[in-house]
């Protein structure tokens, strides 16, 4: 079995008294979409800010291509960080800033290149994604899904080897998810990145996933395949998946 890209060994995290994850064993392999499916309010979002390192775990560890990333060396730590992304929620961007200036904010925090240079990296994925006619727009301006693309192209900007999307659909109608699903599954094989997905639209995020993970009582409860869930007969594996959000059965 070859490397994970990165891999949670009993990760722990709790807030006070509330354990949130307690023992998660997750494996992200490299070039795949994963996604973690499960109830909310149980750690999926605060496991995607382990990864990226918003937050501290209170145990275990997280691997980087076989490395505890606690342990990385200034420089590897910064390597790190320019090599994963991260696809907020709630997307995150400034309504002060034009789509341009969005796109174009981590490169200008985070590398040394000339204006010139930004610019030629950022108009081109702006044409990648189709959004280069709305550069000068302010976010507010745009559609749902418009600024779901733009989130998406700062999040790609700085050339990631992983991106981390929470709830990418969110607050999108049926027609819309679709077509956030669909754009992260070309987008991933077009830019050749790893994608690790929080999302609750089930079963519709499985037709993009190849591993699917899904996490309950601060653990991973099943980790296998879209089409092995799918045929999993685990009572609470089959209760999620049937009945939606809260494991009753659906109308």
Do not use: C, W
Request: net charge neutral; proline share 5%.
């Amino acid at each position: 079995m070859p490397e994970p890209l990165i891999e949670l060994k009993n990760v722990r995290k709790a807030f006070g008294e509330q354990v949130v994850l307690d023992g998660v064993d997750l494996r992200v392999e490299q070039d795949l979409v994963t996604t973690i499916i499960g109830r909310s309010g149980i750690g999926k979002s605060v496991l995607l800010k382990l990864v990226i390192g918003l937050l501290a775990p209170d145990g275990g560890e997280i691997l980087y291509r076989g490395a505890d990333v606690r342990n990385l060396s200034r420089a590897e730590r910064r390597q790190f960080k320019r090599e994963v992304s991260y696809m907020f929620q709630n997307l995150a961007l400034f309504d002060s800033m034009t789509v341009y200036e969005n796109v174009a904010l981590p490169l200008e925090e985070k590398t040394r290149l000339s204006k010139a240079a930004i610019r030629e990296r950022v108009m081109a994925r702006l044409e990648q994604l189709d959004l280069h006619d709305v550069t000068p727009k302010y976010p507010s301006a745009l559609s749902g899904g418009m600024r779901k693309r733009v989130a998406l192209a700062r999040a790609l900007i700085t050339e990631p080897r992983i991106v981390l999307f929470d709830e990418p659909t969110t607050g999108l109608d049926p027609i819309r998810k679709g077509e956030v699903h669909r754009m992260i599954a070309r987008y991933q094989k077009a830019f050749d990145f790893t994608a690790l997905i929080v999302s609750h639209d089930i079963p519709e995020v499985f037709g993009i996933s190849q591993r699917v993970a899904m996490l309950e009582n601060g653990r991973i409860l099943f980790s296998g395949t879209a089409e092995a869930i799918v045929a999993s007969e685990d009572p609470a594996v089959r209760r999620f998946i049937e009945g939606g959000e809260n494991g009753s059965p659906a109308a």
